[in-house]
């Protein structure tokens, strides 16, 4: 979220600037956006089709609203149902089916008895209480009315469906990103002077109360904040305020008269975007090497920025504006980008030359690269404004997934074989430098500082750093680089699928301990909370926990392990088996004991938190499993 404060005691205003000739889906966009749902690069995981997939009662003779369409095929919506359906905790149906439920006589939803009264659901609340849909009669308009079913009966919930989808970004978003304060209804009924406070202090949003089970809930705006007043029999919580940041949550508490000063009174958001980096501009001078040896400055000096052959530059054509260009190492593969997140790509040495462009990004591209192994195979990375990266083969659909992504536009790309095989690196504006090791999935972090306007990455290992003064070569050191290259390449030689953790198969348990290897300290302490719950059980049901002891172990041999405290614990928690069955308890308490001679000097380690973990391994290893 941006430092702008936004009054929605405002928003009326705007909804009806949209209803009176805006575009159709400003405000859902802005809605998102405004509350922290950010391009997540890639490809929507969840398609129309991956609904209530019921094909029984669907009338195949009705259009589909073209509103319905767009909100589910336009990138300009940016629909964050299709990217992350949990934000939301419903059911979509695909195609519309046709509910059982019509809509009773004399309820003037329909014109005259004689009218069509049934009812097209495109969508249910997560535990289908009730449905959402629009009437059958109005399926040929381009944004028809949305109705609910409440207590046996349709009743109108909203104006049209634009309007709905923007409604119920605005019922699930701000819980999720914001700052949220619940107030239960006791609270609120001993004291009606919140809800006089709350009426004269801010207007509503504009919107029709919101009706799902049972709550009636009517909010209102205020700045950076809204205020959902459940005034229906099914409202746990009568008054939810919800803030863009915890000041202005303060703030609106404030003004009702709520109490908030309670330990767990408010709630952070659900999702917090990990933190820029907040570095000078690059300064790289001949000689200046980095602290942990990964990489020297060979030289600085002035040179032209590497060069690519203008073909590539000819591939962009309009509607599209020319933005960036890249070339593999022999000049056959041709790439270039354009400002409306289009990459086009020729393979010039290919039998019948043919230009491909596929829409990969949602912003400008602003940096590519490409590189020939010695496959054959030929690998395009395209990285854009909203700090994307994007990764594929040209004989090959592109992976749905970004390759990564940073809150951040990304400035430069650069690719090259080195003698430890492909290697990638990328530059984001706020001056994080990445460099990947593609066979094992190895990355470091460079913190070179911003400015960077391009990147070249030669064979030898050189990485070329060009900002608006010249040009540095850095001789980069591999084994520095990534020091956990070998543990990567090892980890895959495990069969993980076929071991077990306490939440299912071991797939996921490799790619944590990469990430608990991660440079990025929230990185390496979210994987090793989740190896915590996959790995530790007190009976031993993870038989994944004992070829992933050695790994750990090792982790926390480095000293530049961003997850030390966190990990060593884990570590002894694995020694602590109480109702171990079928020897396994034994085999994990074996293993954590193996490890115990290259952890003791650990008891001295500075941190205090490391030395107590030290302790509890000591006692958890000193223990004997229950047969």
């Known amino acids: 979220m941006t430092a702008e404060i936004i009054d929605y005691g405002q928003f009326a205003d705007r909804l009806r600037r949209q209803r009176h000739g805006g575009g159709r889906w400003d405000l859902l966009a802005a809605v998102q956006r405004e509350w922290g749902f950010e391009d997540p690069g890639g490809e929507p995981g969840h398609s129309r089709w991956g609904g209530e997939n019921q094909r029984h009662g669907i009338d195949w003779t009705l259009p589909v609203p073209v509103a319905l369409n767009e909100w589910w095929d336009s990138a300009q919506v940016l629909n964050s149902f299709a990217y992350d ?137 205020a700045p950076d904040a809204v205020v959902r007043h459940g005034r229906g029999p099914g409202a746990d919580f009568a008054v939810v305020v919800s803030a863009r940041t915890r000041e202005a949550l303060i703030a609106v508490a404030g003004t009702l008269g709520l109490d908030c000063s309670g330990e767990k009174a408010i709630r952070p958001p659900a999702t917090v975007p990990p933190p820029l980096e907040q570095l000078g501009p690059v300064s790289l001078a001949r000689g200046e090497a980095d602290p942990r040896g990964r990489w020297t400055v060979r030289s600085r000096g002035h040179s032209a920025p590497p060069s690519v052959p203008g073909g590539a530059a000819a591939l962009v054509t309009a509607p599209g504006t020319l933005r960036s260009v890249a070339a593999d190492q022999d000049a056959t593969t041709l790439v270039a980008g354009d400002t409306e997140g289009c990459v086009h790509v020729l393979e010039t040495d290919d039998e019948s030359p043919e230009t491909i462009t596929l829409r990969l990004h949602l912003a400008p591209v602003t940096a590519l690269a490409c590189l020939k192994l010695e496959s054959g195979k030929r690998l395009v990375l395209s990285g854009d404004e909203h700090g994307v990266i994007r990764y594929w083969s040209t004989r090959r659909k592109p992976l749905r997934a970004p390759f990564d992504r940073r809150a951040t536009p990304v400035r430069a790309l650069a690719a090259a074989p080195l003698a430890t095989g492909p290697a990638l690196a990328a530059a984001w504006a706020d001056g994080l430098v990445r460099v990947w090791d593609l066979a094992s999935d190895a990355v470091a972090g460079l913190r070179l500082g911003t400015g960077i306007r391009f990147l070249g990455l030669g064979t030898d290992g050189t990485l070329r750093v060009t900002d608006g003064h010249g040009t540095a070569e850095l001789a980069l050191d591999t084994a520095r680089l990534w020091p956990h290259r070998d543990l990567r390449l090892r980890l895959d030689t495990v069969d993980w699928g076929s071991l077990w953790t306490a939440r299912g198969p071991g797939h996921m348990v490799p790619e944590l301990i990469g990430k608990a290897a991660s440079d990025d300290k929230r990185t390496a302490m979210d994987a090793v909370h989740d190896l915590y719950r996959l790995l530790v059980s007190k009976e031993a049901a993870s038989t994944a926990a004992v070829p992933a002891i050695p790994f750990l172990v090792e982790l926390m041999t480095d000293p530049d392990n961003r997850s030390r405290s966190t990990l060593l614990l884990l570590i002894a928690d694995l020694a602590d088996v109480r109702q171990a069955r079928g020897g396994r308890g034994d085999a994990q308490l074996t293993a954590v004991r193996e490890a115990l001679p290259v952890l003791r000097y650990l008891h001295d380690d500075p941190e205090s938190a490391i030395r107590w973990a030290a302790n509890e391994l000591e006692q958890n290893c000193a223990a004997s499993p229950a047969s």
């Open 85 to 221: 359906p949990r934000l939301y905790w419903v059911h979509t149906q695909w195609p519309p089916k046709m509910s059982e439920l019509e809509v009773a006589p004399g309820s003037g939803l329909v014109a005259g008895d004689g009218g069509d009264r049934r009812v097209c659901v495109f969508m249910s609340e997560y535990h289908f209480s009730h449905e959402w849909g629009y009437l059958a009669a109005e399926a040929e308009e381009q944004d028809p009315r949305v109705v609910v079913s409440l207590r046996g009966e349709w009743v109108e919930q909203s104006p049209s469906l634009s309007e709905f989808l923007t409604q119920l970004a605005f019922e699930r978003l701000p819980a999720h990103y914001g700052w949220t304060l619940r107030v239960r209804r006791a609270v609120v009924d001993a004291d009606p002077l919140i809800v006089e406070r709350l009426r004269s202090s801010y207007r509503d949003l504009g919107l029709p109360p919101w009706q799902e089970n049972g709550t009636d809930a009517l909010s209102y705006g």
